[in-house]
T-cell receptor, first 111, second 114 residues
Framework: GENVEQHPSTLSVQEGDSAVIKCTYS??????FPWYKQELGKRPQLIID?????GEKKDQRIAVTLNKTAKHFSLHITETQPEDSAVYFC??????????FGAGTQVVVTP | NAGVTQTPKFQVLKTGQSMTLQCAQD?????MSWYRQDPGMGLRLIHY???????DQGEVPNGYNVSRSTTEDFPLRLLSAAPSQTSVYFC?????????????FGEGSRLTVL
C-alpha cells in the first residue's frame, strides 16, 4: 500500500517569506497528489492538486511540483500571510481512489 | 447538493457501548472512506469502499465495522467502544478510476469514550 512521508512537521516563517513542504510516496500506482489545508476545528480543504502526468502546477501564491522518478512532491507558498497559518497535509491517491495522508505540517506565519 | 453529511457531530459513549456514525453523500461518488484524527495528529484511514457491496481495510481498522449497501451511504460501526477510540472522525468521498480527483470531506464527528 501507499506510504506518504511529509517534512517538516512544523514550519515557522516570517510574513512575506516563502514556505516549502516536501513529501515522498512509495506506491508507483499513485497518480494523483492533493494538498489539503486544515484550520483548527475544521475539515480538511483542498488547496491544490497535481496529477502524475504533470510536473508543476501553480495557483496564485501556491505551487506544487512533482518528480515521479524520485517519488517526491512539494508545496510552495510564496509571500506568506497570517491566514496561511494552518496544518497542511500532502496525500497520494491510487487509481481506486484510496487516499493516504502524510503526517501534516503545522505552518505558523508570524507578522 | 448537500455534499458529504455526517451525523452525529458530537457523541459521548461509555466503554463497551456501541454506536454507528452515519455518512451520506449525494454526489454519486463511487469511493467513500472513513478517517480518524487524534489531537495534533494526521488523518489515518480506517476503512474505505470503491462501490456498493465492496469494502476494504485501511491502516487502523481494528474495532470498526463498515458496510456499503448503497452508493450514497457508508456507516461506521463501533461494536464495543474503547477510550482509545476517542477521536474526530471524518467521512470523505470522491470519484474513482480515470476520474480520480478531489476527496470531499464531511464536517467531522467528535467522539469521546469514557
Amino acid at each position: 500500500g501507499e506510504n506518504v512521508e511529509q517534512h517538516p512537521s512544523t514550519l515557522s516563517v516570517q510574513e512575506g517569506d516563502s514556505a516549502v513542504i516536501k513529501c515522498t510516496y512509495s506506491d508507483s500506482a499513485s497518480n494523483y497528489f492533493p494538498w489539503y489545508k486544515q484550520e483548527l476545528g475544521k475539515r480538511p480543504q483542498l488547496i491544490i492538486d497535481i496529477r502524475s502526468n504533470v510536473g508543476e502546477k501553480k495557483d496564485q501564491r501556491i505551487a506544487v511540483t512533482l518528480n515521479k522518478t524520485a517519488k517526491h512532491f512539494s508545496l510552495h507558498i510564496t509571500e506568506t500571510q497570517p491566514e496561511d497559518s494552518a496544518v497542511y497535509f500532502c496525500a497520494g491517491r491510487d487509481s481506486w481512489g484510496k487516499l493516504q495522508f502524510g503526517a501534516g505540517t503545522q505552518v505558523v506565519v508570524t507578522p | 447538493n448537500a455534499g458529504v453529511t455526517q451525523t452525529p457531530k458530537f457523541q459521548v459513549l461509555k466503554t463497551g457501548q456501541s454506536m454507528t456514525l452515519q455518512c451520506a453523500q449525494d454526489m454519486n461518488h463511487e469511493y467513500m472512506s472513513w478517517y480518524r484524527q487524534d489531537p495534533g495528529m494526521g488523518l489515518r484511514l480506517i476503512h474505505y469502499s470503491v462501490g456498493a457491496g465492496i469494502t476494504d481495510q485501511g491502516e487502523v481498522p481494528n474495532g470498526y465495522n463498515v458496510s456499503r449497501s448503497t452508493t450514497e451511504d457508508f456507516p461506521l460501526r463501533l461494536l464495543s467502544a474503547a477510550p482509545s477510540q476517542t477521536s474526530v472522525y471524518f467521512c470523505a468521498s470522491g470519484k474513482t478510476g480515470v476520474r480520480t480527483g478531489e476527496l470531499f470531506f464531511g464536517e467531522g464527528s467528535r467522539l469521546t469514550v469514557l
